[in-house]
């Protein structure tokens, strides 16, 4: 039964492969601080800097567990910013116009406005049978447009804020700015939920295999149809911490952030195929692109070339699974008896 | 080896009028119409002013001329979201060479040099890991050569290209009424269109677009093939940052912003599909010469850029959507 | 007689432009096993497929247990008791064995799925079906066979009183397929019934004590396989009886054409050498596993071999991309000719055509005149079915689009045509056609490679026969010697070596 027992070894070791994914994204990241401290003469520790770094890339993160989700689908969005700017401005104007009193409910509205995007995405991807990236690129300009039609191309001003949702991305609460905590928060959500329930569980089924799914009774389209309502709602929330956070809505606040979510998830290991990536590793690897941005000041490159550095790691952490799989492969091959 | 059963098969095609006025060009062709016609409803005595229409036109010919190559790499079931990237990154050394050497011809070079290697980086990358999504690379390449625009000009602009008044003419000269840009534009959608559609070339591109294995077993080099549109494209990327820097004359690392998705629009629109193997050149010249009339025709009534990108993006979903829209009829009169 | 559970009448199913099913009926007893019979394209997929709830029929009646039944969803059969395992394994490859086994069932409490729980039930049904495998191993690293006993206990475990297998030996080995009967019959003994679709007569009179044929859409008959012949049920699944099957010709071999020596890739073959001369129909025959497949794939340069020469006529030639193979003058039909051998959506006209643009270029374009009149040709030359050129190959059966791949290297000058699997999916009638075609070739000159694992047509059509056995060449036999039994012996050889050893 020798055959069999290879089998056995096989799986076991592609499994441990698989499981070690997030432990060496997590070491190199260690490395890339140790580099950046030492480099920096000590200056990138400090709590101040730690929590600046939270606070501009809170909204980065929110973004990246929604698209953590459409991935897994096997879809992708790049709709997003066109979402967060639209809902984050019309959230923005009904506190203008003195509809919403409580910063509480500018968060609430601007997700259901989010919500209310992600859901008609959805329906299109779905029900219309649009592909992913073409539905959601036409969104973007639609999205994207509407917001300049509501606001008439002007911006809502701190001023015209309550004041108490401008100071809200300041605060914190145990030393953790309210920014990074909704963070925090939504990732142990997805992570419990993808990993604990039905509904998690069935993401990765519709993104393994679309075709098994629906043999399996799980309704696709109810599926997709919520994720992207989900990714919406997402976007909607972060909407309203960019409007707290810099304190005015433009109608192109955060164009181009798809870019950087996506980018995100590439380097924390979620597969643009479907089926493959947690949270874990999304959370990674938005922590990898907030560090990679902040730190070239710090080590003396110059801040412009931070984009150029950014688009060599995506590169370099995706050309290094392929060559480790590879590598995997070929060693699976020669294990191989003839 | 005669027929044994005394079969024959016809070679010669029926064209029926239901099946032409069905094709997707025909019904981009109505939707042409009806945008002019809602247009010259609109500006009845601006809209088919010649030298207003040309000039309207000329506006978008700079990122149209990504619209050819974008529509190969679809066609071969590819994506590349990088040309805005390296078309800012082929202007940026057009800017900086002609600055430092005061000859105009070496900057052009440098460009269409810079955009070629570019685009061959992409096809490398692409033909060399080929378990590599074209979305995830190129996204990545995009970053990087917007990124060393950005490294290299910081916050300032290169400039003083019109200086330069053939240069400058690229752009805004005219062979009799007619601008360059549009001849050179024309020009180029007919030698795109016989290569799609006339050579061995382009019916080996429909092969790997529609399946790429079946291409490999019949002796088509696929990766080649991937290899060679990918540095295409990024050869278009030069000569589009040739035309960026004669019309504008400065180039910041902003430049080109979003040509990638303009490309896309205009191809998905034309029925060019991003799985792969479908479409036509002219339904995406129909598509892309509709969006900038769209475009010039509102313009004339004052409607904002970004409301047209509502309309633009509106059309792009709705028509897509049509062939479900038409497999729902269909279905439910068989269920009739 | 046992008691009847499960009975459909007039079943209908249009889809658009075509009835898959008209009129159909069946009928299954508890505990037995029902084999389900007929060609490609019968209906039997569709069939299982309205029982499942996946398509709705538009006409007929299902009762179950004596109650008439209507399922929306897949959903709804499997809570009825039905479960059906289909033709393609349809896996999670991502996932877990545990996960890939209650997908659709997950097992929770207050809404949290609970993981152990469900390995442990795994386990346990794996247990009871002899796996050897855990539950927490990835879908996608388990072999086809594994994977299938992972269908099996996903069907155990909603403990389905019915379960459907569409075609689940053919990925399997001989040895594969015993177990999996072992399991079949074991379920049968526990009152489940079974519907067991598969195109072996041995899979049918191995298990099934009834059999229900299929044609055209329609019902023709249900038999008891005790008073059955083969000869019978091919008359009823094909409409006609067939007794010339394999109209091999005597041909006069000429020179050796192919050559290949030690070819090996490490992980999937090693060691391989054998010939074929003009004129000559070789078959490579073995167990699915045997990498003949691989072989072929890599003498016509798809493949990169690690070692070995490969000779055309006596000449060392270098192979390394199919263009290079195809200009030398080797061919291949690829065995998976939907995805390899042919672009679906294009009509057969162009299929045929674009191995061979370069002949049709005039000045620089291609003449499409020239193009679809030699397509035309080449097409008629195999009679293929097709009104015109521009048919689309999906809209074409089996055998015929086998025919288009045939009419495709004629098109090109070739001295070697490799054929894997030729009658793959062919159904019965255009089988023959295809042999006919073989023999023709042959008599054309060509030197064949017929790489085939259905032992009728290995004997019927070859001239020599090369068994292969996990990536080695176990042994050669001439048309003369070459027996069922002997050849089975050899394509055996190394698994009974191992098993003795163990």
């Known amino acids: 039964m020798t055959v069999k027992q290879k089998t056995l070894k096989k799986g076991g070791k592609l499994g441990e492969v698989l499981r070690s994914r997030e432990i060496s994204l997590l070491l190199v990241m260690v490395l890339l601080c140790v580099v950046i401290q030492w480099r920096s003469g000590g200056t990138f520790f400090t709590p101040g800097v730690i929590t600046q770094l939270a606070q501009n890339y809170a909204y980065t993160a929110v973004l990246t567990f929604g698209m953590l989700l459409v991935l897994l689908i096997g879809g992708i969005d790049i709709s997003i910013a066109s979402t967060l700017a639209f809902s984050g401005m019309a959230s923005s104007m009904l506190m203008q116009h003195g509809f919403l009193t409580n910063p509480f409910m500018v968060f609430l509205v601007s997700t259901l406005i989010g919500l209310g995007c992600g859901l008609i995405i959805g329906l299109v991807i779905a029900k219309g049978k649009v592909l992913p990236i073409i539905a959601t690129l036409g969104f973007q300009y639609i999205v994207r447009g509407l917001t300049y039609v509501i606001s008439d191309s002007k911006w809502v001003s701190s001023d015209e804020m309550l004041p108490a949702f401008t100071q809200f991305s300041l605060d914190s609460f145990l030393g953790i700015p309210y920014l990074a905590w909704i963070f925090l928060v939504l990732f142990v959500i997805v992570l419990l939920v993808l990993k604990w329930t039905e509904f998690g569980r069935q993401i990765y089924a519709v993104g393994s295999n679309a075709e098994a799914a629906k043999i399996s009774g799980i309704n696709i389209d109810r599926i997709k149809i919520l994720v992207y309502s989900i990714n919406g709602a997402i976007a909607g929330l972060a909407g309203a911490m960019f409007t707290s956070k810099y304190a005015s809505a433009q109608s192109n606040m955060a164009t181009g952030a798809e870019m950087d979510v996506i980018a995100a998830c590439v380097i924390g290991g979620v597969s643009l195929n479907g089926g493959q990536g947690n949270a874990v590793g999304a959370l990674l690897g938005v922590i990898t692109i907030a560090i990679i941005s902040k730190s070239l000041s710090l080590v003396g490159i110059d801040a412009f070339w931070q984009q150029a550095l950014k688009g060599v790691i995506i590169l370099l952490a995706v050309a290094v699974n392929v060559l480790v799989q590879r590598n995997n492969d070929r060693e699976v091959l020669k294990g191989r008896e003839i | 080896m005669a027929t044994k059963s005394g079969r024959t098969i016809a070679h010669i095609k029926q064209r029926s009028v239901g099946s032409v006025l069905l094709r997707w060009e025909s019904i981009l062709f109505l939707i042409f119409l009806a945008v002019n016609i809602v247009n010259y409803s609109l500006s009845p005595d601006k809209y088919f002013n010649t030298s207003n229409l040309l000039r309207g036109l000329r506006e978008t010919l700079v990122s149209g001329m990504i619209v050819f190559p974008m529509a190969f790499i679809l066609l071969l079931g590819d994506i590349d979201l990088s040309v805005g990237g390296n078309v800012c990154l082929s202007a940026t050394v057009l800017g900086l060479v002609y600055n430092a050497s005061g000859s105009i011809w070496l900057g052009i070079l440098a460009a269409v040099a810079t955009g070629t290697v570019c685009g061959l980086i992409n096809g490398l990358l692409l033909t060399r890991f080929t378990e590599l999504a074209p979305m995830v690379v190129t996204l990545a390449t995009n970053i990087l050569y917007r990124g060393i625009s950005e490294g290299i000009l910081g916050d300032t602009a290169t400039k003083g290209m019109q200086k330069v008044d053939w240069f400058k003419s690229l752009y805004f000269g005219k062979l009799g009424d007619i601008y360059y840009i549009l001849i050179i534009f024309l020009v180029l959608a007919v030698i795109f269109g016989l290569v799609m559609h006339k050579t061995v070339f382009g019916r080996q591109m429909f092969a790997v677009g529609e399946n790429k294995r079946a291409a490999k077993y019949a002796g088509i080099g696929v990766e080649k093939i991937r290899l060679i549109v990918f540095t295409l494209a990024g050869f278009m990327c030069g000569i589009t940052a040739m035309f960026y820097c004669a019309k504008t004359g400065s180039v910041m690392s902003n430049a080109a912003e979003g040509y990638e998705l303009d490309a896309i629009c205009v191809c998905v629109l034309g029925g060019i599909s991003t799985a792969g193997g479908k479409g036509t050149l002219p339904g995406a010249m129909i598509a892309f010469f509709t969006i900038a009339l769209l475009k010039y025709g509102l313009g004339l009534v004052n409607i904002k850029g970004q409301i047209i990108n509502v309309i633009i993006g509106a059309l792009l979903v709705v028509v897509v959507m049509i062939p479900t829209v038409q497999d729902l009829i269909k279905k439910h009169r068989i269920k009739k | ?502």
């Open chain 3, 1 to 502: 007689m046992a008691e009847t559970i499960l009975e459909l009448h007039g079943i209908t199913k249009i889809f658009p432009g075509v009835r898959a099913l008209d009129q159909v009926q069946f009928d299954l007893r508890a505990g037995e096993i029902h084999a389900l019979m007929g060609e490609n394209g019968a209906g039997k997929s569709t069939f299982i497929k309205v029982i499942m709830g996946v398509h709705q029929a538009e006409e007929g009646q299902m009762l179950l247990y004596g109650q008439p039944v209507h399922f929306k969803s897949t959903r709804d059969a499997q809570k009825a008791g039905i479960a059906a395992i289909y033709q393609h394994v349809t896996a999670y490859p991502h996932l877990t064995v545990a996960e890939n086994i209650f997908t659709g069932h997950l097992k929770k409490r207050f809404g949290i799925v609970q993981w152990k729980q469900m390995y442990e039930e795994a386990d346990s049904l794996l247990k009871e079906l002899n796996a050897d495998f855990d539950s927490r191993a990835l879908m996608g690293s388990l072999s086809v066979a594994q994977q299938q006993m992972v269908e099996i206990a996903k069907a155990l475990s909603v403990h389905a009183r019915i379960i459907i297998m569409d075609e689940p030996t053919a990925a399997l080995t001989k040895r594969e397929s015993e177990e999996l009967y072992r399991i079949t019959r074991k379920l049968r003994d526990e009152g489940v019934s079974i519907i067991f679709i598969s195109h072996r007569f041995e899979d049918m009179y191995a298990l099934a004590s009834r059999v229900t044929v299929f044609r055209d859409s329609r019902y023709i008959g249900t038999y008891d396989v005790n008073g059955i012949t083969n000869a019978d049920l091919i008359k009823a699944m094909v409409g006609r009886e067939i007794n010339e099957l394999f109209p091999k010709p005597k041909v006069e071999l000429g020179e050796e054409v192919l050559r290949v020596e030690g070819l090996s890739r490490t992980g999937y073959f090693k060691d391989v050498s054998f010939h074929v001369r003009k004129g000559e129909i070789l078959g490579l025959t073995g167990l699915v596993g045997a990498r003949r497949t691989e072989v072929v794939q890599t003498i016509f340069g798809a493949e990169k071999l690690t070692a070995g020469k490969i000779f055309l006529e006596g000449q060392p030639v270098k192979i390394r991309r199919p263009a290079e193979a195809m200009k030398l003058g080797i061919g291949l039909l690829p065995e998976n000719r939907q995805i390899e051998g042919l672009i679906l959506d294009w009509g057969i006209g162009r299929n045929i055509t674009l191995t061979e643009l370069k002949s049709f270029v005039q000045g620089i374009f291609l003449n499409e005149k020239k193009e679809n009149l030699v397509s035309k040709q080449l097409a008629e030359q195999v009679d293929t079915k097709a009104v015109t050129v521009f048919d689309k190959a999906s809209s074409l059966s089996g055998g015929n689009q086998q025919k288009v791949v045939v009419a495709k290297a004629l098109g090109s000058d070739f001295k070697v045509l490799i054929l894997d699997e030729p009658t793959k999916g062919v159904d019965v009638g255009a089988k023959a056609a295809i042999y006919e075609i073989m023999g023709e070739l042959a008599q054309a000159g060509y030197a064949i490679v017929m790489i085939s694992s259905e032992m009728p047509e290995i004997l019927g059509m070859c001239d020599r026969i090369v068994v292969m056995c996990e990536g080695r060449v176990s042994g050669e036999l001439s048309r003369e010697e070459a027996t069922q039994e002997k050849i089975l012996e050899l394509a055996m050889l190394k698994q009974t070596a191992t098993e003795g050893s163990v």
